[in-house]
T-cell receptor, first 112, second 112 residues
Framework: QQQVKQSPQSLIVQKGGISIINCAYENTAFDYFPWYQQFPGKGPALLIAIRPDVSEKKEGRFTISFNKSAKQFSLHIMDSQPGDSATYFCAACADSWGKLQFGAGTQVVVTP | NAGVTQTPKFQVLKTGQSMTLQCAQDMNHEYMSWYRQDPGMGLRLIHYSVGAGITDQGEVPNGYNVSRSTTEDFPLRLLSAAPSQTSVYFC???????????FGQGTRLTVV
């Protein structure tokens, strides 16, 4: 069973809109939460990551919000652009030398 | 700089055949891992290694073997291919689990 549950499976957003992807976890030992972006035919690449000592992290148009008590974290893509059309994966791990486990992925399509 | 190199990019196998997927990295990373990507399932961890001579099982290890004789190489072996192993396979490397993972371009494997 997947340790990190991701939703929605897909979403369509207009150019300039906000894309929101949510992830939930059960393992309270998780202490590193990255987001990866994957374009068709390519391997995933790190987009942004957060640790549980902060509730929000922003890099350009991408923001992670983290709610430790609810065991949830989300990715917000502001001012979405057609070039943001990709599959996004959340992930989590519990220690420096263990397993990095991924959610099921969200396919984002940004329409012109 | 090459990063993570996977070979081959495409492969078709008959049921029962064996093969090795190659993965090499030139970043002197201790942590390496293999994932399979299937539609709607995200990236599932097959095996991982925290250094030369040390490997461990991920979420879906059955039917796959690995070894890590050098820091650079982490091959994945399919001993007797089954149609259920049809998938896209990704190798990744990182300094530790909780640091940026660099993925290869993937191997698309079809078992008929």
């Amino acid at each position: 069973q997947q340790q990190v549950k991701q939703s929605p499976q897909s979403l369509i957003v207009q150019k300039g809109g906000i894309s929101i992807i949510n992830c939930a976890y059960e393992n309270t030992a998780f202490d590193y939460f990255p987001w990866y972006q994957q374009f068709p035919g390519k391997g995933p690449a790190l987009l942004i990551a957060i640790r549980p000592d902060v509730s929000e992290k922003k890099e350009g148009r991408f923001t992670i919000s983290f709610n430790k008590s609810a065991k949830q974290f989300s990715l917000h893509i502001m001012d979405s652009q057609p070039g943001d059309s990709a599959t996004y994966f959340c992930a989590a791990c519990a220690d420096s030398w263990g397993k990095l486990q991924f959610g099921a992925g969200t396919q984002v399509v940004v329409t012109p | 700089n090459a990063g993570v190199t996977q070979t081959p990019k495409f492969q078709v196998l008959k049921t029962g055949q064996s093969m090795t997927l190659q993965c090499a990295q030139d970043m002197n990373h201790e942590y390496m891992s293999w994932y399979r990507q299937d539609p709607g399932m995200g990236l599932r961890l097959i095996h991982y290694s925290v250094g030369a001579g040390i490997t461990d099982q991920g979420e879906v290890p059955n039917g796959y073997n690995v070894s890590r004789s050098t820091t650079e190489d982490f091959p994945l072996r399919l001993l007797s291919a089954a149609p259920s192993q049809t998938s896209v396979y990704f190798c990744a490397s990182s300094y530790r689990t909780d640091t940026e993972a660099f993925f290869g371009q993937g191997t698309r494997l079809t078992v008929v």
